[in-house]
């Protein structure tokens, strides 16, 4: 079974600073999906970035980028400069690559809360 | 497309009594899936629906849990006899397919007393 792992309960950045949220999984996949997903108090939870993992260079969306390490199963999440909005938990999730019969499911981690002082 | 609805947002019930929640899943998404999200924790999987079709369920789903997408748009989920430990937060998710994207509500939260 696949697992995440965010090792940083709550992180806090100044605005405008640069803040990076760590994650680790765990699978014997070879080929697979990751995702960072934002939930800020009280709303709905969306998806920020996603990376294939048959992709070697790292995604980026905006401000949102990824360091894709695929040997060390590590996946980090880097916000640039970082804005109030940016303030939420973000959790770190894997799913199969569902072309090979892998489950639909998303697998979570715990989650990193994210501060943004102004 | 006004996105994922559930219904309700908050639900407070005894211990023993059956609750039911509803998620309307984004239109022409025929996929739906149910996390539930317990304090301090990331969503866990519970099931998904290809259509009307439920094709996984997961272990936490106990024999107390049943869903059903019954015309393959909206979703239920019933919990017979709740136990305090049901209390959470129940997520619903939809996506238009294989290779697209989970949407998801803004869930259901349950407190058991």
């Known amino acids: 079974a696949q697992t995440v792992t965010q090792s940083q309960p709550e992180m806090s950045v100044q605005e405008a600073e640069t803040v990076t949220l760590s994650c680790t999984y765990d699978?014997?996949?070879?080929?697979?999906?990751l995702f960072w997903y934002k939930q800020p108090p009280s709303r709905q939870m969306i998806l920020v970035i996603r990376q294939e993992a048959y992709k070697q260079q790292n995604a980026t969306e905006n401000r949102f980028s990824v360091n894709f390490q695929k040997a060390a199963k590590s996946f980090s999440l880097k916000i640039s400069d970082s804005q109030l909005g940016d303030a939420a938990m973000y959790f770190c999730?894997?799913?199969?690559?569902?072309?090979?019969?892998?489950?639909?499911?998303?697998?979570f981690g715990k989650g990193t809360k994210l501060t943004v002082n102004p | 497309d006004t996105g994922v609805s559930q219904d309700p947002r908050h639900k407070i019930t005894k211990r023993g009594q059956n609750v039911t929640f509803r998620c309307d899943p984004i239109?022409?998404?025929?996929?739906l899936y149910w996390y539930r999200q317990t304090l301090g924790q990331g969503p866990e999987f519970l099931t998904y629906f290809q259509n009307e079709a439920q094709l996984e369920k997961s272990r936490l789903l106990s024999d107390r849990f049943s869903a059903e997408r019954p015309k393959g748009s909206f979703s239920t989920l019933e919990i017979q006899r709740t136990e305090q430990g049901d209390s959470a937060m129940y997520l619903c998710?939809?996506?238009?397919?294989?290779?697209?994207?989970?949407?998801f509500g803004p869930g259901t939260r349950l407190t058991v007393t």
């Open positions: 998710a939809s996506s238009l397919g294989l290779l697209h994207e989970q949407y």
């Open positions: 699978t014997s996949e070879s080929d697979y999906y």
């Open positions: 239109s022409e998404h025929n996929r």
């Open positions: 999730a894997y799913r199969s690559d569902l072309t090979q019969g892998g489950s639909e499911k998303l697998v």
